[in-house]
């Protein structure tokens, strides 16, 4: 009996029970890739693969068990958690990039009732683990001492009267930037942290027309940017983000604010394969994995 098959089998009808459902099934090697020592890709359903149980749990499985000794993942859903937790027990140390950060955005102090868990650093001491001696790479949102801050987004930068930050934090986590010889202009950003809604923006200095980079590190539903391009009414402004979500018709808002041009890389795996085409096929965007 060829396992990898019937286990490849097994997910594929879990996948089309879970859209009869009305649920996204997760296709996980779109989040997850396992490289052997010669940097060839691990074919999932043969090489290694995850069996699903019927009530919502996985496992990951391989076939050999020192075959892969690198992989890349995007950490942007539990069940993706769960099985790189999974990993020094199936197979020892690898060695691991992460393309993006379980947690990362909700560890921040705020006001209210809103309890900061310190998900993030629970997530990176597991990832330490699984790792080990290995190499370890993180590129994750809201962090100015990552890897992600240096990340350079493949952007002419000469053609910019100045680059625009939404906030302070904004200019201190985009390392890239620094240096870049273009006037800088950042705003004041507040934010209610029970709703999430921005009740405050404003630009710390004065603005001319012109045209503009805006640029932050992660682009969700896009609220602060539609806001920055309402405060720029007379300037061009094009949008530069490491990590790009673009969710529920972002992009569909940015362009109606105004946005020319957007980049942005693939950190981010989107639910949805044609969701990911749509953003390439609308945005610049880099890979980094």
Same mark, same amino acid.
């Given at each position: 009996m060829n396992l990898a098959k019937v286990r490849d089998e097994k997910r594929l009808s879990i996948d089309s029970d879970a859209r009869a459902h009305g649920r996204i099934p997760l296709r996980f090697d779109r989040y997850l890739r396992f490289y052997n020592q010669a940097e060839n890709l691990l074919e999932f359903g043969r090489a290694w693969g995850v069996y699903e149980f019927p009530d919502g749990q996985n496992q990951i499985w391989f076939v050999s068990r020192n075959e892969a000794t690198r992989a890349t993942v995007c950490l942007n859903h539990p069940a993706i958690l769960d099985l790189v937790s999974q990993i020094p027990d199936a197979i020892g140390p690898i060695s691991l990039m992460v393309t993006y950060l379980y947690g990362a955005r909700s560890d921040k102090s705020t006001s209210g009732t809103r309890v900061v868990c310190n998900v993030a650093a629970k997530t990176r001491s597991m990832l330490?683990?699984? $790792?080990?001696?290995?190499?370890?790479?993180?590129?994750? !949102?809201?962090?100015?001492? #990552? *890897? @992600?801050?240096?990340? /350079?987004?493949?952007?002419?930068?000469?053609?910019?009267?100045?680059?625009?930050?939404?906030?302070?934090?904004?200019?201190?986590?985009?390392?890239?930037?620094?240096?870049?010889?273009?006037?800088?202009?950042?705003?004041?950003?507040?934010?209610?942290?029970?709703?999430?809604?921005?009740?405050?923006?404003?630009?710390?200095?004065?603005?001319?027309?012109?045209?503009?980079?805006?640029?932050?590190?992660?682009?969700?539903?896009? $609220?602060?940017?539609?806001?920055?391009?309402q405060?720029? !009414?007379?300037?061009?402004? #094009? *949008? @530069?983000?490491?990590? /790009?979500?673009?969710?529920?018709?972002?992009?569909?808002?940015?362009?109606?604010?105004?946005?020319?041009?957007?980049?942005?890389?693939?950190?981010?795996?989107?639910?949805?394969?044609?969701?990911e085409a749509e953003i390439r096929r609308r945005c610049n965007v880099q890979n980094v994995w």
């Amino acid at each position: 009996m060829n396992l990898a098959k019937v286990r490849d089998e097994k997910r594929l009808s879990i996948d089309s029970d879970a859209r009869a459902h009305g649920r996204i099934p997760l296709r996980f090697d779109r989040y997850l890739r396992f490289y052997n020592q010669a940097e060839n890709l691990l074919e999932f359903g043969r090489a290694w693969g995850v069996y699903e149980f019927p009530d919502g749990q996985n496992q990951i499985w391989f076939v050999s068990r020192n075959e892969a000794t690198r992989a890349t993942v995007c950490l942007n859903h539990p069940a993706i958690l769960d099985l790189v937790s999974q990993i020094p027990d199936a197979i020892g140390p690898i060695s691991l990039m992460v393309t993006y950060l379980y947690g990362a955005r909700s560890d921040k102090s705020t006001s209210g009732t809103r309890v900061v868990c310190n998900v993030a650093a629970k997530t990176r001491s597991m990832l330490e683990e699984v $790792a080990r001696s290995r190499e370890l790479t993180i590129l994750a !949102p809201h962090d100015s001492n #990552d *890897l @992600a801050s240096e990340i /350079g987004l493949e952007v002419e930068l000469s053609q910019y009267d100045g680059i625009v930050f939404p906030d302070a934090s904004a200019k201190a986590r985009l390392r890239w930037l620094m240096n870049s010889g273009r006037e800088e202009i950042v705003f004041e950003k507040e934010r209610d942290q029970q709703t999430g809604e921005i009740v405050g923006l404003k630009p710390v200095t004065g603005l001319r027309a012109g045209r503009y980079l805006v640029a932050d590190d992660i682009c969700d539903g896009g $609220a602060t940017f539609v806001q920055v391009a309402q405060k720029l !009414p007379a300037c061009k402004v #094009d *949008l @530069a983000v490491t990590h /790009g979500i673009f969710s529920g018709g972002a992009l569909d808002r940015l362009c109606a604010a105004g946005y020319g041009q957007i980049w942005t890389t693939n950190s981010f795996v989107q639910h949805l394969i044609e969701d990911e085409a749509e953003i390439r096929r609308r945005c610049n965007v880099q890979n980094v994995w």
